[in-house]
């Protein structure tokens, strides 16, 4: 069976936030030294978000943790809210996310499932500090509402995508949107949360335990 539509790389927060880019050209001094300053400050964001939590982070403290004046802060990411987006961005892109799912829908189902396992741990085991934050940012601001609403839908219609790609292989009298709602509790943060960070399974353990819930709950 072939692979789902591309639409399985535009995934959200739980799996992905950008697309990837190929960049013909590349920078100028001017603009590697423009994302320097955005890394270091997003560096600096990260450290307290964990630390601090969304809200009480301010950029005044991100300004003095990253050593850069609270003006270029501005100029370079403009808002709190832009410097969350730049933190996750920079967590995803060594996730390799696009090519993970790519294998796992040109292998079979049960190895799809169980590359999509490895993908989810990947993530939480490298990035869960900008998930939390993420989650709870959008409590409390707008922007960041609206763009976790927006991941989220992305990684739903994803998801759902590939899972619509093998459909034929869904346990009896499961359709691709019962999988769908299934997947996405499995893949739950409050999970993983419970399970490595509160009960001590290792994260190996964890993507085992996903791979196989996965395939056990929506193949036949």
């Not at 809200?55 to 809210?81: C, N």
């Not at 990947?122 to 500090?129: A, G, P, S």
Request: aromatic share 6%; hydrophobic share 45%; with cysteine.
């Amino acid at each position: 069976m072939g692979p789902p539509p591309l639409v399985i790389v535009k995934l959200g927060l739980q799996e992905c936030y950008f697309e990837e880019v190929n960049v013909k050209v590349g920078p100028t001094h001017r603009q590697r030294q423009a994302a320097a300053t955005r890394s270091q400050i997003a560096a600096a964001a990260r450290q307290l978000f964990a630390e601090r939590g969304y809200v009480a982070t301010t950029i005044a403290a991100i300004s003095e943790r990253a050593d850069i004046p609270v003006q270029t802060v501005y100029s370079a990411l403009g808002s709190k809210a832009n410097i969350l987006q730049e933190v996750t961005r920079l967590a995803i892109e060594p996730l390799a996310v696009t090519k993970t799912w790519v294998q796992a829908a040109a292998g079979t189902p049960e190895e799809g499932l169980r590359i999509s396992a490895g993908l989810q741990r990947r993530q939480y085991e490298q990035m869960y500090d900008v998930v939390t934050t993420h989650l709870e940012g959008a409590r409390v601001d707008a922007d960041i509402a609206r763009i976790t609403a927006g991941i989220l839908a992305n990684r739903e219609r994803g998801v759902g995508a590939y899972l619509e790609s093998i459909a034929a292989h869904l346990r009896p009298r499961m359709d691709a949107a019962r999988a769908l709602d299934i997947y996405l509790t499995l893949v739950l943060p409050e999970v993983y949360r419970s399970l490595v960070l509160e009960r001590g399974w290792t994260p190996t353990q964890y993507e085992t335990w996903l791979g196989n819930q996965l395939v056990h709950q929506l193949l036949r």
